[in-house]
């Protein structure tokens, strides 16, 4: 699972790279703003901001962070990726590393006094969500990495279900499975629309997370 949950953070930091990352400003209401990542290993992702930036003050206060990225050319070839978890500042010891993974940035802050202004922040014990609209069926999958905890997230049949298949032709991925009673929603496949839950005449489908 560490493996799978690296490949995440990898295809995150490599293919997709820029993405968006949500905070909270001072009265709890969210703000957004685009930010590169600039590097992913085993602990987590590494960004980076100027220390005279909102987005610096917000990730000081709340000490925690979520993040969408995107790949395709429309919607249905994307691949998402989100994530969520704990933020540390490090400082600048992680600089010239990050800089020689990510040369742009030399153009950006050119000289050694105007990096001066930056710093390093890890995100860490987090979890995330991959989402991949090319695929038919649709693919999810959600992992973990640091010491993040995996939470049960989505639709589920409970023992209530009697196999009326009433809730068959209202799923859009088709991905529940009759084979058994009670049936069951493939997880990986499931678009998470509620309809089963809405159709059910015996109350099976409960949502969880």
Known sequence: MEDEAMNYLKYLTEEI???????TDGEGLPVT???DIMDADEDGLYILTAKGKGFYDRLKKDGYMALTGMKGEDTMSCVAVSVRGKVCELGEAHLPRLFEKNPYMN?????????????VFKLYDGSGEWFDLSKK????????????????????IT???IGCCT?????PQACIDFTNTPAEIV?????????C?????????????
């Open 17 to 23: 790279h820029t993405v968006v990352a949500a905070t």
């Open 33 to 35: 703003c685009a930010i």
């Open 107 to 119: 153009e950006i802050y050119p000289t050694e006094k105007s990096r001066s202004a930056l710093t």
């Open 137 to 156: 069926p649709i693919e999810r999958a959600s992992f973990t990495f640091g010491k993040g905890e995996e939470s049960e997230e989505g639709y589920f």
């Open 159 to 161: 023992e209530h279900c």
């Open 167 to 171: 809730c068959e032709p209202v799923c």
């Open 187 to 195: 997880q990986e496949h499931c678009l998470r629309c509620g309809n």
């Open 197 to 209: 839950k809405s159709v059910c005449p015996h109350n099976a489908v409960i949502r969880r997370g």
